[in-house]
């Protein structure tokens, strides 16, 4: 690692049990015993940056938590960031403050569809997608993603294509891609660009996992595709995922063009989106202008977690195979060597390996036989993690 990264360690981190994390607050809930390591919901067992606690800190001088506007220094820094890690140019005016992405996403399909209409969704996907559409009595028009030998996920723009009629009005992209970790390549996106275009088909692009991108792959914003995308384009980002701030609640729609802004706008005040929170403007701010380099040193770490899983797959092929990865800290691992049912991966995961994940099926059907592991952890834990599954590994090898 490079000097000035060695500052960061993430061999430990703080204790998130009795903390109120959601992971273990859901514990007992979700797998019926507190007796397993949670890795599920995509969260970092990782502290937050340390600039952005110290911004919180500063914050808390001042007595008064009135009523605030999101400053424009907050959106300011965060359209310095995109530019200078993604290359796409966004305004001042095209910003919203939103509390959730997936807030934003409701939104957006109440703004630009009407009940009946037609929603893509590209499946197995992150569950909101199709929970969305379905909650709204929009139309799922699925999607699936192909998966090759290698397992590796690609679009299917040929059933897009096929799906398609006049009454499908919206796209819910992820990009990267939630479970399946892939960064769309430019001339993917270019694919869906021109269906979208040909169909008049807004794209709403929920990107929350841009920055967790390892090299050699880089992300491409759907709106850097040029005007003509912008033009179509809703692009969801923050800083809930890449530094590790959901417990903040901030996060923005990018809007650039006029009509599709003052569209979503309706949608959005009907709701009554408020600001945000005093410290979750000054954490944002902090987040984008300081801890640039906390997250270089964080995506080495994130790698190493991933190598450790995927090294302990490779002793049991026959068995579990990791999806390669190129973005986020969520291991899509095919389970199906296996020969379980669904129900019994998941017994197996909790009774055996100790271990809360996220069972394949709930990210659609095409997700049955696989698991998805949360690998942002500290070293140790993430040790602690690979030990428990591979003892039940090998106690199923006989
Ligand atoms: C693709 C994707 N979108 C949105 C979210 C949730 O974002 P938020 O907490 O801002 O609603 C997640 C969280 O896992 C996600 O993976």
């Not at 000035?4 to 514990?27: C, H, I, M, Q």
Request: net charge neutral; proline share 4%; with cysteine.
């Amino acid at each position: 690692m490079e000097k000035a990264l060695k500052k960061y360690s993430f061999d430990t981190a703080s204790e998130r049990e009795g903390s109120n994390a959601e992971k273990y607050v859901l514990r007992e809930q979700l797998f019926g015993t507190q007796d397993v390591l949670p890795v599920w919901v995509a969260d970092m067992d990782i502290d937050t940056p340390q600039c952005v606690l110290d911004a919180v800190k500063k914050r808390l001088r001042h007595p008064v938590m009135g009523y605030e506007e999101v400053p424009e220094s907050a959106f300011m820094a965060q359209i310095a960031w995109m530019k200078q890690e993604h290359n796409v140019t966004f305004a001042l005016e095209d910003m919203f403050y939103s509390h959730s992405v997936v807030a934003s996403m409701h939104t957006a399909i109440e703004a630009f569809t009407k009940e009946g209409e037609g929603v893509i969704v590209q499946t197995p996907v992150y569950p909101p997608f199709f929970h969305s559409v379905l909650q709204l009595n929009r139309k799922l028009v699925k999607n699936p993603l192909t998966c090759n030998k290698q397992g590796k996920y690609e679009f299917d723009i040929e059933d897009l294509k096929a799906k398609i009629d006049e009454n499908t009005k919206l796209l819910l992209l992820c990009s990267p891609h939630n479970p399946v970790g892939r960064v769309w390549k430019k001339e993917e996106l270019e694919q869906i660009l021109e269906v979208c275009l040909q169909h008049n088909i807004v794209v709403f692009a929920d990107e929350i996992h841009a920055d967790l991108v390892y090299a050699p792959y880089k992300h491409t914003p759907f709106a850097e595709l040029g005007s003509r995308a912008k033009d179509i384009t809703l692009t969801a980002i923050g800083v809930g995922k890449t530094f590790n701030m959901a417990g903040f609640a901030i996060s923005t729609v990018a809007i650039p063009n006029k009509e599709l802004r003052e569209k979503f706008k309706k949608a959005y005040d009907k709701v009554h989106f408020a600001q945000g929170s005093s410290l979750s403007h000054v954490a944002f701010e902090a987040a984008y202008k300081e801890a640039k380099e906390w997250l270089r040193a964080l995506k080495i770490h994130l790698y190493e977690n991933y190598s450790m899983l995927s090294a302990l797959a490779k002793k049991y092929p026959h068995f579990i195979k990791v999806t390669p990865i190129e973005a986020t800290y969520l291991a899509w691992i095919d389970c199906r060597g296996m020969g379980l049912k669904d129900k019994e991966l998941r017994s197996f995961f909790i009774k055996e390996a100790k271990l809360g994940l996220n069972p394949g099926i709930s990210f659609g059907r095409e997700g049955s036989g696989f698991m998805r592991l949360n690998f942002a952890l500290s070293s140790a834990k993430m040790a602690e993690v690979v030990q428990r599954l591979e003892n039940a590994l090998r106690k199923i090898s006989g």
